[in-house]
């Protein structure tokens, strides 16, 4: 086996097999074609509303002509096509064309930019299809036109959009949480006539080859004579469609039968995307916190984190989870991580007996991190996603980050990382709940991690303290700006200390509670 490097060009290859034990020699001979991509093909007309038997001029550009091209051109009213190209080329490829009839051949040779001459004998509207073909590649391009019997101080609608998509592989890719919102930029110079229908429709693209699969019913987000389409979030599953805007001018208006289209489409693709996961391995958010000596922590990932592009209460079906730990106040530790910077899979500690029981502790051989050998990771295979951490050791500092998978059906595989900061302490340390006394009046919003709460409603504050040394404790409440920044304490607040601690809500607050010393 050998490789060649060739330039586009014909070729005359000869190859010669000899055997010098028998002395035989066979002599191979045959034609090799080196052929470029055909690509990008335009058509314009300007806009302009054409009349009878008068000429009429096409512009046709091809960015990338490639080799062996053939190239023929539907004008849309019956007459025989027009074919560019050699004839051998345009052999090669014929059956490959999805225009068929009678053609003449225009030229030998096909030009980056060729302006076509025609004449329409008939008012109406012409689909005008130009296909160019050879054996690697194809391209095609459509313009629909518009026929007067008379003349008109016309032009066909200019229609724009703002970073528009117009072809399938740049598609604006949007995620599934994100509202699409598109206005389309309008431009009509008519001066008999400003009156005109507007339309928006969506298709379904088939992801594989770009192709219109069915077009989409939706009523309820396909905005009728309005220049802007709205779609909610969730409303499009994962995939890529094709939003069409179309202005067609009133033929009635101008002295035109009806059934004359003055229009103009515009064409532009979008990607629905998945959303990034929201990795939580507990209730609430701190990006630090404190846990008593042999008090148990428990990370429940699978209970707590949230694929977005669900609604709540759905099964998230995340695939697998996984538990990165190392020691803070030792120095220089870090996660295990390859030479790209990638963490390192080989430094996992595989949990292979049935217990979601950790303890922390250091040994006699203790090389730093989590587990006394090191910084690593820790890969559950449980389905729960559940561990229990034990602490041994006061005044040591960890952090810990929990990544979690998910495997989706089309084979991708996204993750996303929790991570906190964990303060060994001597005593247990209490936990805290947040609930509502009305629960039709306040909800728990998991994507922002925030309880939101009308104004007037009573919030609960329930603590749980494992042991009886803590018997002191204060609240604190603090303003949160818009900029995510914490102000000042609001003084105006009275708790009562009776079991439980119930305030009056008019905003939405940070809340710290303090037990003691320990500020969390």
């Known amino acids: 086996m050998f490789f060649l490097e060739l330039q586009a060009a014909d070729y005359t290859c000869q190859l010669t097999a000899e055997n010098p034990l028998f002395s035989d020699t066979i002599l191979i001979r045959g034609q090799v074609k080196m052929i470029t991509s055909v690509a990008d093909i335009t058509i314009n007309d300007n806009n ?11 512009s046709i550009l091809v960015r990338q002509i490639g080799t062996h091209t053939c190239l023929k051109i539907d004008l849309g009213d019956g007459s025989p096509l027009w074919q560019y190209g050699e004839t051998a080329d345009c052999s090669d490829v014929a059956a490959k064309f999805s225009l068929t009839g009678v053609f003449v051949a225009k030229s030998n040779v096909v030009l980056p930019e060729m302006v076509v001459q025609h004449i329409y004998t008939q008012q109406g509207t012409y689909d005008i299809r130009v296909e160019a073909h050879n054996l690697l590649s194809e391209a095609t391009a459509n313009l629909e036109i518009a026929v007067a019997r008379k003349a008109l101080d016309c032009m066909r609608p200019v229609v724009g959009l703002p970073n528009q998509a117009k072809d399938f592989v740049m598609a604006q ?29 969506i298709w379904e693209v088939d992801s594989a080859y770009g192709k219109d699969v069915k077009e989409l019913s939706y009523s309820d987000y396909t905005v ?16 890529y469609y094709h939003l069409i805007f179309e202005v067609k001018m009133l033929s009635e208006d101008l002295g035109l039968d009806s059934n004359i289209y003055i229009g103009t489409k515009m064409h532009h693709y979008v990607k629905i995307t998945k959303s990034k996961l929201i990795a939580k391995a507990m209730a609430g958010s701190s990006s630090k916190m404190q846990v008593g000596v042999d008090q148990d922590l428990i990370l429940n990932p699978s209970q707590h984190s949230v694929d977005p592009d669900l609604n709540p209460g759905d099964a998230m079906h995340f695939s697998r989870y996984e538990y990165f730990c190392k020691r803070l106040d030792r120095l220089g530790e870090d996660y295990p991580k390859n030479f ?20 922390l502790k250091q040994s006699n051989a203790d090389r730093g991190g989590c587990y006394a050998i090191g910084p690593g990771a820790l890969d ?19 952090e810990l980050m ?22 060994i302490v001597e005593h247990a340390v209490p936990a805290m709940t947040v609930e ?16 939101v709460v009308l104004g007037g409603v009573r919030i609960v504050f329930r603590t749980s303290v494992a042991s009886t040394e803590v018997e002191d ?46 500020l969390f």
């Open 224 to 239: 009728r004579n309005q220049a802007t389409i709205f779609l909610t979030k969730k409303s499009l599953p994962y995939g």
């Open 340 to 359: 790209d910077g990638t963490l390192d899979a080989s430094a996992k500690i595989s949990i292979l007996a049935k217990t979601t029981v950790l303890n």
């Open 380 to 398: 559950t295979p449980f389905s729960s996603g559940q561990l229990t951490l034990n602490f041994y050791e006061s005044g040591e500092l960890y």
């Open 173 to 201: 890719q949007v995620m599934k949480t994100s509202d699409i919102s598109l206005t389309a930029n309008i431009k009509i110079n008519c001066t008999a006539s400003l009156g005109n229908e507007k339309r928006w429709q």
């Open 402 to 423: 929990v990544r979690v998978h998910k495997l989706y059906p089309d084979g991708e595989e996204l993750f996303s990382d929790w991570i906190t900061q964990v303060e």
């Open 436 to 451: 509502c006394r009305s629960q039709d009046l306040c909800s728990y919003n998991a994507e922002t991690n925030e309880l």
């Open 48 to 58: 302009i509303i054409s009349q009878v038997n008068l000429a009429k001029d096409i």
């Open 473 to 518: 404790y204060d609240y604190k409440m603090f303003n949160r700006y818009s900029d995510n920044t914490r102000g000042a304490i609001l003084p105006d607040f009275n708790f009562h200390k009776i079991g439980r601690c119930i305030c009056c809500i008019q905003s939405c607050f940070d809340v710290l509670v303090k037990f003691c010393n320990m």
